[in-house]
Nanobody, 117 residues
């Protein structure tokens, strides 16, 4: 059974930082790319970042480039998202997934990030 458990969200002021974690199980984590997505109220889910299975290549949406960093620890089946210089428009529920492993049929509960003064 695939499990994706996101954590680390919270309320932060503009300009602040948060580090999200996503613990996974039920699939061979080290063989799959991992993605972070987010969904803001009233908007569709959007791709935020991707990391290759070995962690040697990353992709970022233009809206977060230079502020967010995706990383992974294969020994712990966990992917991270370091978010710096947060803006109110980063407010969303954040999810991780491995599309080729899950076919996006499985999702975690997500973790809420709220950026507000």
């Amino acid at each position: 059974q695939v499990q994706l458990v996101e954590s680390g969200g919270g309320l932060v002021q503009p300009g602040g930082s948060l580090r999200l974690s996503c613990a996974t199980s039920g699939f061979p984590f080290s063989t799959y790319r991992m993605h972070w997505y987010r969904q803001a109220p009233g908007k569709e889910r959007e791709l935020v970042a991707i990391i290759t299975n070995a962690g040697d290549s990353t992709y970022y949406a233009d809206s977060v480039k230079g502020r967010f960093t995706i990383s992974r620890l294969n020994a712990k089946n966990t992917v991270y998202l370091q978010m710096n210089s947060l803006k109110p428009e980063d407010t969303a529920v954040y999810y991780c997934n491995a599309p080729r492993a899950t076919q996006l049929k499985y999702w975690g509960q997500g973790t809420q990030v709220t950026v507000s003064s």
